[in-house]
């Protein structure tokens, strides 16, 4: 757990405004979510399966934890994908739907039974923070669909995906 912990402080205090800032983050981003993987699978339903863990060592614990590093590999590459020189929209759309997807399933298991009884305030802090993060992905995936639908002329359907972005941004104020 300290291992992932620490591969994933490291991942976050990566520069993010550098190529290899991103690349590094993206790694060991990668890496934390192996490895809480790894012990949610191997180690803690293995064979010397504890039967009442603590919360942090919890199947959905360690889900969200793994998926909340997934999440921010994906950020990452969200992030790398938007200083390119020319922006590829539907490619941004869909690393940022990807990342939005993630977030909202570190969300589901914050807000599973074991968390929010034993973890009640980070069950609370996380949910609002993941929730918040899904959403505004989402509205990024459907701002940068709607410049590809500007390009193929599709005027209608941009405008209801740039309508449904400002109900994401919307939502995410709340």
Known sequence: ?????????L???????????????????GAA?????????????????????????????LSMCEYINLAQGQMCAYEAATNRPTQLHGLLAKIAAAAADLYNTALEYSQDPIIKGRLTNTSKAFGSHLKTVSILFRARAEWHQSRVCHADHAYPMELARLRFADTCCDEALK
């Open 1 to 9: 757990y300290n291992v992932a912990a620490l591969q994933s402080y």
């Open 11 to 29: 991942a976050a205090t990566e520069d993010l405004s550098t190529k290899d800032g991103r690349s590094n983050a993206m790694k060991l981003f």
């Open 33 to 61: 979510a192996t490895t809480f993987r790894h012990l949610r699978t191997d180690l803690m339903d293995g064979p010397s399966k504890d039967t009442d863990p603590s919360a942090d060592l919890s199947a959905p614990c």
